[in-house]
């Protein structure tokens, strides 16, 4: 799949960005849905595309432009040996529920690993800085779907787990905010169910 025809070029430092209106952009994001990871197969995402995702991910709200976040890129072979250790670790524990999870990591051909790494102590508080690293993982999904391939934003418990973050090269204060998963569907994602939007919208009455 070829990159779509649009300037390319990076954007100068202090460049006015005037707001511009998107037809595409809105039927894309009313009709996102996320791709079930075991569907997403070949072909993946070139490497010129993969460049274009991350720097689409990185431009997301940063109170204090301190950019509390990294993204760790695997090759299939280091995907794949990943998915060795981690199956390596749910079986020393007899856990075969932890095992099966680990399919969503194996499938898709191309994984990113988002880190959420705060900069600590600062001025700016850590959940503003985790929101931050969220905003990439959800930037990533939407770019993914308009160049036209499936994605899925995945944690489950190797992002959670001591030994399994150990394995992942998180260091002290560092958090996965999201594995996301790319590749092409085999399969058309189906609708689901979405919230009621009257429940979850209300007004602020005052004091």
């Known amino acids: 799949m070829s990159l779509p025809d649009f300037d390319l070029n990076p954007i100068e430092f202090g460049t006015a960005l005037p707001a511009i209106k998107s037809k595409e952009t809105l ?10 990871a075991p569907t997403l197969g070949l072909p993946a995402p070139s490497e010129d595309e993969i460049e274009l995702l991350i720097s689409i991910g990185l431009r997301v709200p940063d109170h204090g432009k301190i950019g509390p ?10 995907k794949s040996h990943l998915v060795d250790k981690l199956k390596a670790l749910a079986e020393s524990r007899s856990d075969k529920q932890a095992a099966g999870a680990l399919l ?11 880190i959420s790494s705060p900069v600590q102590p600062h001025k700016i508080p850590l959940w503003e800085q985790q929101l931050s690293a969220a905003a990439i993982c959800q930037n990533l999904l939407i770019a993914a779907g308009a160049l036209g391939y499936g994605a899925n934003w995945i944690t489950d418990w190797y992002s959670y787990d001591a030994e399994a973050k150990e394995l992942l090269g998180l260091k002290d204060g560092e958090e996965v905010a999201g594995f996301i998963f790319l590749g092409t569907p085999s399969e058309a994602p189906l609708e ?16």
């Open 27 to 36: 039927e894309l994001l009313l009709r996102r849905r996320s791709a079930p």
């Open 69 to 78: 976040w990294r993204i760790v890129r695997f090759t299939p072979e280091t």
């Open 104 to 114: 969503k990591l194996a499938t898709p051909p191309e994984a990113l690993l988002v």
């Open 192 to 207: 689901r169910d979405r919230p009621n939007y009257a429940e979850r919208i209300s007004w602020w009455a005052g004091s």
